[in-house]
Nanobody
Framework: QVQLVESGGDLVQPGGSLRLSCAAS????????MAWYRQAPGKQRELVAI???????SYSDSVKGRFTISRVNAKNTVYRQMNNLRSEDTAVYYC??????WGQGTQVTVSS
């Protein structure tokens, strides 16, 4: 079973940018969907972005136009570029590879 490790979380000011990485322990070429979720304090985990195997991406309305998900199969890695961050983006961000496979999460805090 593939294992996922997220990195890149940090404290950033509103309007700033971050890039999160999700490194897989094996090839992700055959994994149909790679996704990013987030969970803010006191809230349920929510889907933020999906990158399909065929290159199609989709985003939640709350991040559309600000976040970009990309998967680099040659590096077994999925990235998410987050621009124009807002305080409401503060959350633990998780990578998901389907079939119940989650990363451990990385904390993103947006605050001045």
């Amino acid at each position: 079973q593939v294992q996922l490790v997220e990195s890149g979380g940090d404290l950033v000011q509103p309007g700033g940018s971050l890039r999160l990485s999700c490194a897989a322990s094996r090839s992700i070429f055959s994994i149909y969907i790679m996704a990013w979720y987030r969970q803010a304090p006191g809230k349920q985990r929510e889907l933020v972005a999906i990158a399909h195997k065929d290159g199609i991406t989709s985003y939640s309305d709350s991040v559309k136009g600000r976040f970009t998900i990309s998967r680099v199969n040659a590096k077994n890695t999925v990235y998410r570029q987050m621009n124009n961050l807002r305080s409401e983006d503060t959350a633990v961000y998780y990578c998901y590879a389907g079939h119940g496979v989650w990363g451990q999460g990385t904390q993103v805090t947006v605050s001045s």
